[in-house]
């Protein structure tokens, strides 16, 4: 999430463009990789962390709905690099994010959410189908819904199915977890002269070649006006912080 361009157009670009001042309803986007230790596996007490952030945004009157990757526990693109057929290789991996869906379902339901898992790939024996109308009415009823199987079709990723969930489920913003506080200039672990954006616009960052989300989801995401904000979920009650409004991340407007 970075580009080599003076640092000068990020102020430029907040005074054009204004944050979304009542956030009702939001589509938390967060990795696979972020719930393992090392990017690799489901760790319960990583889980546990990302459970507790959300449940402090519930606990606001905020409406959450969450899609999940699954990186951590299978990267289809990987396998199809070695020569599985590529359709397969994505079911698998939509597969992973229903693994990631119910570890964070009962990790939510600890912290005393009311939590619903739905599936965009049918296995009702463990989670419901992914219906838009029944995952609204468990949001207008304040449960937290968890979003696995991606879109359920191969060659799409998890950044295009949380667009596409976010404009379904009339959301007002995607708030896309990372471990990174927002998006810079230039990578700031590797130009000190970096800057953070404190608002950025669709255009300005498809011209920077910034790489907010993959280029599928971030044009969904345009067409639709679709607010994004890139956040560091694992600074502790950040997430609910960028609910309230304060300065912290990078929205893309």
């Known amino acids: 999430m970075s580009a080599s361009e003076p640092a000068g157009g990020a102020?430029?670009?907040?005074?054009?463009?204004?944050?979304?001042?009542?956030?009702?309803r939001i589509l938390l986007k967060i990795s696979g990789e972020s719930l393992g230790e090392d990017n690799v596996g489901?760790?319960?007490?990583?889980?546990?962390?990302?459970a507790e952030q959300i449940a402090r945004v519930q606990r606001l009157g905020v409406e959450v709905a969450v899609v999940v990757g699954g990186g951590n526990l299978m990267r289809g693109a990987a396998f199809a690099q070695?020569?599985?057929?590529?359709?397969?290789?994505?079911?698998?991996?939509?597969?992973?994010?229903?693994i990631n869906a119910l570890a964070l379902q009962d990790a939510l339901e600890r912290c005393g959410v009311e939590t619903r898992a739905a599936c965009a790939v049918e296995m009702k024996t463990v989670m419901e189908p992914y219906i838009r109308r029944r995952v609204i009415r468990h949001l207008e009823k304040g449960r937290a819904v968890v979003l696995a199987g991606g879109t359920g079709?191969?060659?799409?990723?998890?950044?295009t199915a949380a667009a596409l969930r976010a404009t379904e489920l009339g959301v007002d913003a995607i708030f896309k977890a990372t471990k990174v506080d927002g998006v810079y200039t230039a990578d700031p672990r590797k130009d000190p002269t970096a800057t953070r954006f404190d608002v950025l616009g669709f255009r300005e960052a498809l011209d920077r070649d910034l790489q907010v989300m993959d280029r599928t989801a971030?044009?969904?995401?345009?067409?639709?006006?679709?607010?994004?904000?890139?956040?560091d979920m694992f600074a502790a009650g950040n997430m609910e912080r960028a609910v309230r409004g304060d300065n912290i991340g990078t929205w893309v407007l």
């Not at 969904?220 to 994004?228: A, D, K, Q």
Request: hydrophobic letters at 45%.
């Open 42 to 50: 489901v760790a319960p007490k990583v889980v546990a962390e990302v």
């Open 82 to 98: 070695q020569g599985t057929n590529r359709a397969t290789a994505d079911h698998m991996g939509m597969l992973a994010t229903a």
């Open 11 to 24: 102020r430029q670009t907040a005074a054009r463009l204004e944050p979304p001042r009542h956030i009702k």
């Open 218 to 231: 971030f044009t969904l995401c345009m067409e639709n006006r679709m607010p994004i904000m890139v956040f």
């Open 153 to 159: 079709n191969p060659y799409f990723t998890t950044d």
